[in-house]
Each structure stands twice: as C-alpha cells, then as structure tokens.
C-alpha cells in the first residue's frame, strides 16, 4: 500500500492522494457510492470519510444548538450532523465497495468511539482532523493501538504539534504524517502558509508531512507537492454547487485528475519557493500562498469561526462535586456549547480542586477550578 511505503520511507517517489468525501455524500448511500466509483477512476488512492458518534464528539447543548444556515439539513446542529452521519452497517457496505474497486477506504475518528470503531474495521490508517489535533487521550489511544495515523494540524499553534509530536514518541508509534492544514472553508491564498511545510519538514525531517487543503482550485495544492507535501488530501464533490458547507471549496472528478496528472510529471523533489512561481506559471494567489512573512505556525484569525464551531473543549464527563479533584476519567473532550477550556489543556488539569460542581458535559473553565 502507497501510504505505508511513504510512511515507511520504502518509497520517495509517490505521492498519496486522498478524496475526502467528508460529509460531501449529502446522507445519501447513493451519491457516496458514486463518490467512491469517480474518485477511483479520477486517479485517487483512497476515499476518506468522517466518523462520529454524537453524544462522544457534542455535548448535549452543542447538539441542540440552532443550526441556521443555507447549508444546514436540521434545525439543531444535532439534528444536522445525524442527517449527515452513516450508521457502522452502512460504514461496511462502503468499506466493502471500496475493497472490491481496489481503493483504501478510511475516515476520520471523531471521538473514542469512533476511534475504536475504526480500528475493528481494520482500515488501513486512520485520519485524526485538524479538531481533534490537540484531543491529547484520542491521540495516545490511536498511537497505543499502533495504526497508521495521519494527522492534521489545522487551528493549532507549533507548540501544540510538539506535544503531538511527545504523544507518539511516547507510545514509540513511528508510523504517521502530520499534515500541514488551515481550517478556513474556502482559504484564501495569504491564508495558505505553505511555507509552514518546509518548516515541518526542517524541525520533523523523521516524519513525512502532508498537506489537507481547503482553497480553491488546484494551483496551491501542486506548490505544496513541489514543497515536499507527500500526502495530498482535498475534499471531493460531484458538484461544487450543492448544498453543504465543504462543497465550494471541493475539488469536482476532472479537477483530481488534472491535479494527479500534474503531480505524475513533477520530476523534482524539492523544489525552493522562488522556483516553484516560475514552474506553476503562479500569478498573485501563488505568491501570497507561498508567503507565510515569516509567521511561526499559530492560530489564524480565519480559523477562529472553525475553532470556535468544531474546536474541542474540556468538559465534565459526569457529575463532579465541588471540591472534587479531577482525574483523567473525569474529563471529556467534546465540541460544547459554550465553550469550555480549550482540550489542549488535558494534562494540565489533571489534580485540580473543582470550585464548583458540574453536571455532565458541563465545560470546564478557568472558574471551575481553585487554582
Ligand atoms: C474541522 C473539521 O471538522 N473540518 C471538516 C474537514 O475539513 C469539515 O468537513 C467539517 O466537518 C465541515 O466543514 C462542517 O460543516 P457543517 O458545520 O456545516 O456540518
Ligand atoms: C477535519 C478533517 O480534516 P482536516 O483537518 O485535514 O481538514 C477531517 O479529516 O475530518
């Protein structure tokens, strides 16, 4: 398999082409069928989907929230993301469908659940989004369970990759990619930071870095092969104009073509910025993308609508007492309405008095804490 020669550094020369369908199949069995069939013969290696258990990745108000949009299928986000959402039979009639036509099926784990439910699957890597990069316990049970992971980055800061980068070498898992990733739906070019790939690459030379676009087109996505990105994932779609968040910043079956194609007759390895403008023939969008002026990896201003809807919080995973200290099971990791402290500080909570007591999927906060 591609992924796990490049993982395991067997190969140099391929490039792995994910197409995430993500929630692009519009809850239709159908369409995701069709989606599986067009990303094969457009040249994919892989379709990838999105895995969640709701009550696990949502707290209850979070589920119940509005869910106001153009692109909503529900009144709540609930109700929304369950429209959304295929059932683990209907996971395996896809799984099935993707072994018989020869291409790796996969998802995102969005939860434990999910994460578990995966593995049972055996696919051949699991994905963990850009949400749930700093979701610390979901990274050290994937990295126990010793599967290939490809991780996003998208919505946190370099110190939250180093501690992702601590988490596998503390599990001593060897065999995963960290992703280089801005979750703004669609990016624009000056958002791109592609250059945050040649960083990866210098401060991580062991590991290989992929690049999980959201901008438009396909111009962007070549550089960042031509920088070094050796895992490519864009969303897909039949159709940009649908109804649904990702679609407008998808690419449709001829444009994965063109892309692959592309990418086929690139000769070079690494190719420096100022030679990649003449080589794309990159106008202004090119050269914004390739500009990170000198920024280290953080949060973007436009990943903060994201973060803020899809971002993970610390919440209480039953009720607690006041006065109650906090251990590791006290604790979950959810999307929570409003928001509690951001799940980067797991490990930094652990022993801490509870000031007040908390009901279940309650977040927790500064304020709940004696400090
Ligand atoms: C961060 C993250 O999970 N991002 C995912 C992957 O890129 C997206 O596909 C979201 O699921 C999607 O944009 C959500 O849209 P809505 O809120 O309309 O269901
Ligand atoms: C959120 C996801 O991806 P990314 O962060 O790479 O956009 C995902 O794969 O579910």
């Known amino acids: 398999m591609l992924l796990l020669d490049i ?97 790796d099926f996969t998802a995102s784990a969005m939860d434990m659940h999910s994460l578990e439910f995966l593995a049972e699957l055996k696919v051949p890597f699991i994905k963990i989004g850009s949400g749930d990069a700093n979701n610390f316990p979901l990274l050290e049970k994937a990295a126990n369970l010793g599967i290939p992971l490809v991780i996003s980055t998208g919505m946190q800061s370099m110190l939250t990759v180093s501690k992702i980068v601590d988490i596998m070498d503390q599990a001593n898992h060897k065999k995963y990619a960290l992703m280089h990733c801005v979750s703004s739906y669609p990016t624009a070019p000056k958002d791109c930071n592609l250059q945050w790939i040649s960083i990866l690459k210098q401060r991580y030379p062991h590991l290989i870095i992929g690049y999980s676009g959201h901008e438009l087109g396909i111009t962007i996505t070549k550089a960042a092969v031509l920088l070094g990105a050796k895992i490519i994932e864009r969303h897909f779609t039949l159709d940009k104009s649908q109804k649904g968040s990702d679609h407008r910043c998808s690419l449709e079956p001829n444009e994965f073509r063109s892309l692959i194609r592309s990418i086929e007759n690139f000769r070079f390895d690494t190719v420096k910025p100022e030679d990649i403008l003449g080589l794309l023939d990159g106008g202004r969008d090119l050269e914004e993308a390739l500009d990170n002026n000198g920024r280290e990896k953080c949060i973007l201003d436009c990943e903060l609508p994201c973060r803020s809807k899809l971002g993970k919080s610390l919440v209480a995973a039953r009720s607690l007492k006041k006065g109650h200290r906090l251990q590791r099971a006290d604790i979950a990791i959810k999307v929570s309405e409003p928001s509690g402290l951001s799940a980067e500080n797991f490990f930094d909570i652990i022993d801490k008095e509870l000031a007040i007591g908390l009901n279940e999927d309650e977040p927790i906060t500064g304020a709940s804490m004696i400090i």
């Open 7 to 103: 993982l395991d550094k067997k190969r140099t020369d391929g490039i792995y082409i994910i197409a995430e369908i993500g929630q692009n199949h519009q809850g239709s069995m159908d369409v995701a069928i069709k989606m599986i069939y067009e990303a094969k013969q457009a040249g994919c290696h892989c379709v990838k989907f999105q895995k969640s258990n709701l009550p696990s990745k949502f707290t209850r108000s979070a589920l119940e929230r509005d869910y106001k949009s153009k692109h909503s299928w529900g009144s709540t986000y609930g109700e929304h993301k369950e429209f959304l959402e295929f059932s683990y039979e209907q996971y395996r009639i896809l799984q099935a469908y993707s072994q018989e036509i020869s291409i």
